[in-house]
């Protein structure tokens, strides 16, 4: 065993590429873009080292292109499940007993790998079954990921070092455990880098892991696992399978050596996933971890001050990159009635100006949104403006569905500040506008802090510092990133923590220690150097 201290370093974001025209990452991604399309892939679950097949197969197609066929997936069921568990908790006592420079090295080659020969392969399935364009993938899939992987290696190197004190005759340190069993990770299909990080962090603290991706993320969660087995992650200590959310559920928290959850999605399925724990607390062996993201209706509040052009980039920008999928982006809008008008006639000329299509295109702004389901749902929500008298379609409203299943950017402007979509969570490129009295904006600002149950992301756009600052103020609860004249998405690792509160989440902050302080338990270790020989203080003593 050695006796050395290893230090990992704060790492600098990887730079992000720009895919302009005639560069060799344009040339790059659009050659492996061809590639993956010319092939079908047969996609298994990863157990305990093993590629599992059932041959009960799910189709992977392109959202904006859903007649060719990329592959399939194997589907599992609940003994796929249970071997997961069981394969890795067989993990278990190895991997957290290998030497922290050892785990570590295995997600910087993983993430090294990621950011040279696997670049345009994590951009390409991204791109490709997640239906995004090819800057939107390059800050997930590729730069994103890699910043997850590198920065958690540094941040879990600094909780290492949190030492406490000695005093004379005395000895003390911490140790920092993995949780006592194993670590469920439930990823989203909306980020790579999200779906890449849940099951790495907890892993990375020395845990093991049973992870279960969106079925709609299935094609890039394989390019992850992939790229950790050649980066030399041992068998079972992150277990790939694809079961349905119910049947995951139903074994992993009934098991006694469930130990926590890593968990972004809905917050319909997280309240109900924390109910079932908390009904099932009695059997097991731990108190479980329970970490979520689950969401947001996020805002942007301009105040009279604001520059009209900042505003439209923002809300432009904003609620419409990656055609509003994304748990940060806007949602709700308040424009003072000074700005109002200009706001939302630049803003209609901008939409008109964005097209939509295929991600190959790299002229489209916009791409698809990810499956029927979704598309279904937020037509119908467009549907339900245009025939209440509440609301009424300012630019976009139109979709159709018979090659992808393509949305416009939409703007509905609405009279009424709690109109359904003001206050609920519609996951499209869809905005709603709401125009309030430029001369009460400290009323404006109570409406936003009460409208939404969820409060993950917003932003403040205006150049009188002192609203600025009273926006920071009153709206403290409201957003777990906020933002200030900026739109509120975008956060990168090292340097914006990210996670919301209320209905958003417990506000865990990945990309931060604070995460990784959720995947340890730690243990304090006393050795008296010489111990005492005599029960008696000197107090007992007469004289």
């Known amino acids: 065993m050695h006796n050395a201290y290893f230090d990992f370093a704060a790492p600098a974001n990887e730079p992000v590429l720009s895919y302009a025209p005639g560069t060799p990452e344009r040339a790059a991604l659009k050659k492996q873009l061809s590639a993956f399309k010319a092939e079908q892939v047969d ?13 009960k197969t799910v189709d992977i197609r392109p959202p904006h292109e859903h007649k060719h066929k990329l592959g399939h997936f194997h589907a599992g069921d609940a003994s796929h499940v249970t071997a997961a568990i069981e394969a890795a908790l067989k993990a278990r006592e190895e991997w957290a007993n290998t030497p922290w420079e050892h785990r570590a090295a295995i997600f910087l ?20 079954a997640q239906s995004k364009n090819a800057y939107q993938a390059e800050i997930d899939s590729a730069c994103e990921i890699i910043d997850f992987l590198r920065f958690n290696v540094h941040y879990l190197t600094e909780i290492y070092r949190q030492q406490p004190a000695s005093s004379p005759g005395v000895h003390n340190r911490l140790e920092y455990r993995p949780l006592e069993g194993f670590v469920l990770a439930v990823t989203p299909f909306n980020f790579t880098a999200i779906a890449g990080n849940l099951p790495t962090s907890a892993a990375m603290c020395g845990n093991v892991v049973v992870w279960k991706p969106a079925n709609t993320q299935v094609y890039s969660a394989n390019m992850i696992m992939k790229i950790l087995i050649e980066a030399g992650l041992p ?14 559920g139903d074994i992993c928290f009934a098991h006694p050596d469930f130990a926590g959850i890593h968990f972004t999605g809905s917050t319909g399925v997280f309240q109900t996933m924390w109910k079932t724990i908390g009904n099932n607390i009695h059997k097991y062996k ?41 748990c940060s982006a806007a949602s709700r809008a308040y424009l003072p009635s000074n700005i109002a008008d200009e ?22 702004f916009v791409n698809a949104v990810i499956d029927e389901r979704s598309f279904d749902k937020i037509a119908k929500y467009i549907d339900n403006a245009k025939n209440d008298p509440k609301a009424k379609i300012i630019a976009g409203g139109n979709y159709n569905k018979s090659e992808g299943y393509f949305i416009e950017p939409t703007v509905i402007e609405t009279a009424d500040p709690k109109y359904v979509t003001m206050c609920e969570e519609i996951f499209g490129p869809v905005l709603t506008i709401y125009t309030y009295d430029a001369d009460k904006f400290e009323e404006a600002l109570v409406t936003v802090d009460t409208t939404s149950e969820y409060a993950l992301t917003g932003s403040i756009l205006a150049q009188d510092r002192y609203a600025v600052e009273l926006a920071t103020r009153k709206l403290v609860n409201s957003a777990g990133n906020f933002y200030i004249n900026d739109k509120p998405t975008g956060a990168v690792v090292g340097q914006q ?15 931060s220690a604070l995460n990784l302080y959720r995947w340890l338990s730690a243990r304090t270790v006393k050795e008296t150097l010489v111990p005492p020989t005599d029960y008696r203080y000197p107090f007992l003593k007469e004289s």
Not at 109 to 128: F, I, P, Q, V
């Open 43 to 55: 996609i298994p679950m990863y157990i305990g080292g093993q590629e599992v097949r059932t041959g």
């Open 235 to 248: 068998a079972g200590v992150i277990n790939l399978v694809y079961a349905d959310g119910p049947t995951i």
């Open 497 to 511: 923590p990210f996670g919301g509160a209320r209905a958003s989440g417990t506000n865990d902050k990945a990309g």
């Open 109 to 128: 080659k993983a993430a090294e790998l990621m950011a040279t020969k696997y670049r345009y392969h994590m951009n390409g399935t991204t791109m490709l």
């Open 286 to 326: 731990t108190y479980p971890r329970i970490v979520g993201e689950t969401g947001g209706k996020d805002f942007v509040l301009a105040h009279k001050s604001a520059n009209v052009d900042v505003v439209v980039t923002a809300l432009a920008r904003g609620a419409f990159e990656y055609q509003g999928q994304k």
């Open 343 to 364: 706001v939302k006639t630049k803003l209609a000329a901008e939409l008109k100006t964005m097209k939509q299509g295929t991600t190959e295109d790299f002229s489209n």
